[in-house]
Nanobody, 124 residues
Framework: QVQLVESGGGLVQAGGSLRLSCEAS????????MGWFRQAPGKERQFVAA????????YYVASVDGRFTISRDNAKNTVYLQMNSLKPEDTATYYC?????????????????WGQGTQVTVSS
């Protein structure tokens, strides 16, 4: 059974930090790019960050670059999103996703498997 399970969301004050985790099972992981996306109520799903299979290449949306860090542990089939200096506008449901290929992509259409999401709420 293919599963991507996110965890680590919660309520935090502006300026605080959270670390999201996404554990994969039932599918290949170490040779596949992984991405984090977010969706706020009434808005489209937005790309946040992506990492290639090796973990050497990462890519971020401009609004989080320098504050968020994506990483992965292929031995644990897990991808992480460290979020620092959080802002109220970061409030959203965060999803991890896996591509069938190794290269990163900012388009959600390029990701075949998705987790159920974890809520991040940043209070001002």
């Amino acid at each position: 059974q293919v599963q991507l399970v996110e965890s680590g969301g919660g309520l935090v004050q502006a300026g605080g930090s959270l670390r999201l985790s996404c554990e994969a099972s039932g599918l290949t992981f170490g040779r596949n790019a992984m991405g984090w996306f977010r969706q706020a109520p009434g808005k489209e799903r937005q790309f946040v960050a992506a990492i290639d299979g090796s973990g050497r290449r990462t890519y971020y949306v401009a609004s989080v670059d320098g504050r968020f860090t994506i990483s992965r542990d292929n031995a644990k089939n897990t991808v992480y999103l460290q979020m620092n200096s959080l802002k109220p506008e970061d409030t959203a449901t965060y999803y991890c996703a896996r591509r069938d290929g190794d290269s990163t992509s900012t388009s959600p259409l390029q990701y075949a498997y998705w987790g159920q999401g974890t809520q991040v709420t940043v209070s001002s």
